[in-house]
């Protein structure tokens, strides 16, 4: 099997193991206190960060600030003609941090799977997959990550680029947790009295409530879209209260 090192053992880059340590040989690294402990309980090995950043395929699950950090202090031990990918909500940003720190021989591919540890909880089967390439990422290269993803991992997996991502995501990813966010805020909710619709909602919710502060500032702040796509819907939602006010008033 190739060598794969995964940099970052929390939520996703645990599940990120799970789904691939039958496939790759793993090597993981993280600083939190626990990670050399997780790293047992997940039956991979644990080691420092030169070792995990010389493996053939090097994976950053770390949060998107950290990306650049992480990759100019790996950039020393990546082997030329390495891959080394990252798994982050947001792609501009992370690629540009990539290609800034890393050797010009590294071949570098954005990745973004459109799901997290609780919607996976049945399975990744079906669940979808960005591809965003990045530098030094052939057609054929792309073309067998794409395969892997579709054959071995039964993910959808598409191809796209970090603009056209980052754009559709302020808005998938963008109004999904703010919306969230703010029915969060107004627990507690029916459970019982409840139609359809509104359990859609509450599932949305259910779905990102797990998911850390971290990242949601990342997909509100670091997406260079998601800030013209709140501005639209706080503008929406203001004229839809006027509008409702104003007739509340008249009558």
């Known amino acids: ?11 996703f880059g645990q599940l990120l193991v799970q789904q691939l340590r039958q496939y790759f ?15 047992d309980h997940l039956g991979i090995k644990f080691d420092n960060l030169p070792v995990c950043a010389s493996a053939r395929h090097v994976v950053l ?21 390495a891959t080394v990918f990252d798994v982050a909500s947001v792609k501009i940003g992370p690629a540009q941090a ?14 973004h799977p459109l799901f997290g540890p609780q919607s996976a909880k049945t399975g990744i089967k079906g669940l979808k997959i960005a591809i965003c390439p990045v530098r030094n990422a052939g057609i054929k290269r792309v073309g067998r990550v794409q395969e892997f993803l579709r054959t ?7 191809i796209s680029d970090p603009q056209s991502h980052d754009r559709d995501m302020a808005v998938v990813q963008g109004l999904t947790h703010l919306i969230a966010k703010v029915l ?13 619709s509104f359990d859609y909602l509450l599932n949305a919710m259910e779905l990102v409530r797990g998911d850390s502060d971290e990242l949601f500032r990342a ?9 013209q796509v709140r501005k639209k819907f706080f503008a929406l939602t203001e004229a839809l209260r006027a509008e409702l006010e104003t007739a509340k008033s008249e009558k």
């Open 1 to 11: 099997m190739q060598s794969m090192g995964v940099i970052g053992l929390g939520a």
């Open 25 to 39: 040989n793993i090597t993981a690294f993280d600083t939190a206190p626990e990670a050399k402990e997780i790293a």
């Open 61 to 81: 699950a770390v949060p998107v600030l950290q990306i650049g950090p992480v990759a100019k202090a790996m950039a020393p031990f990546v082997q030329p003609g």
């Open 98 to 111: 990539m290609v800034a720190a890393l050797p010009g021989y590294v071949h570098i591919i954005g990745t």
């Open 152 to 158: 071995r991992l039964q993910l959808d997996a598409f």
């Open 184 to 196: 969060d805020e107004m627990e507690p909710l029916p459970r019982r009295q409840t139609t359809l």
């Open 219 to 227: 997909i509100e702040r670091e997406n260079p879209y998601s800030a």
